[in-house]
Every structure is written in structure tokens, then in C-alpha cells.
């Protein structure tokens, strides 16, 4: 499945959770049931996955996890705010960088309509 692919079926799987389920909740919520619809799909998704921090020498294990991973190469950062605001797309930036992935995705459940400012693709590079 290529990158696009997968972006698709994860949309799909987050309009699924986003419609059945509304705004309002925690983001743990969301998580476990999109975690849920696209294991249900048949994709391979991890749900926080640790990633080190690698500076100056020095490795740090457990400060960082990506919410979700699809298909060990993009990223879903999952977030409940009134607004995507761009210190998230920055947050999802660094993870692309530090992971060495390409692709991730932002998505806001807090949203009346979550096409509509609800998900965001960004890509590293």
C-alpha cells in the first residue's frame, strides 16, 4: 500500500470514529477506537510507539511516543483542541524528523465537522 493509500483508509477510519462518536471526548478515547477501525481494515498500526531521543552523544528512551503508526512509515498525531494551532504541525515535524519518516498526519476529533479542519498532511522533505 503506498503512502497515499494509507492516508486514505485512515481518513476514512477517522470520519467512521469522528461521526459515531462526535467532539468532546479525551484523545485517549479516540485513539483506542481509530486504533480499533483500522486494525478492522487490516492495516498494521502500533499505538505508542517509543521513539529516542538522540543528542549530542547521548540517548534519552522514554520522552517521546507517536500516538500511532501505520504501517511502520507514517505517523498519526492525534490531538482533542479547539484549533490546529502550528505548534502542532511543528510537534509532528520534529517526529517526522527524529523517526526519519516522510509522512504524518494531524487529526483534531474537538471538530463539528472533521473534514473541515480536522485533518492535516504533512510531509518531511
Known amino acids: 500500500m503506498t503512502d497515499d493509500e494509507l492516508g486514505t483508509e485512515l481518513i476514512g477510519c477517522v470520519i467512521k470514529v469522528h461521526s459515531a ?17 483500522l486494525k478492522k481494515s487490516g492495516l498494521s498500526i502500533q499505538r505508542q510507539v517509543p521513539v529516542p531521543i538522540r543528542y549530542d552523544g547521548l540517548t534519552f528512551d522514554e520522552t517521546m511516543r507517536l500516538d500511532l503508526l501505520l504501517d511502520d512509515r507514517v505517523i498519526v498525531e492525534l490531538k482533542c483542541a479547539e484549533k490546529l494551532l502550528p505548534i502542532h504541525t511543528a510537534q509532528l515535524l520534529t517526529y517526522l524528523k527524529l523517526t526519519g519518516l516522510r509522512v504524518g498526519y494531524l487529526v483534531n476529533f474537538n471538530v463539528v465537522h472533521v473534514r473541515e479542519g480536522g485533518i492535516k498532511r504533512i510531509v518531511n522533505g
Do not use: Q
Open 21 to 37: 462518536l462526535g467532539p468532546g471526548l479525551l484523545e485517549s478515547v479516540y485513539e483506542i477506537c481509530l486504533l480499533h477501525e
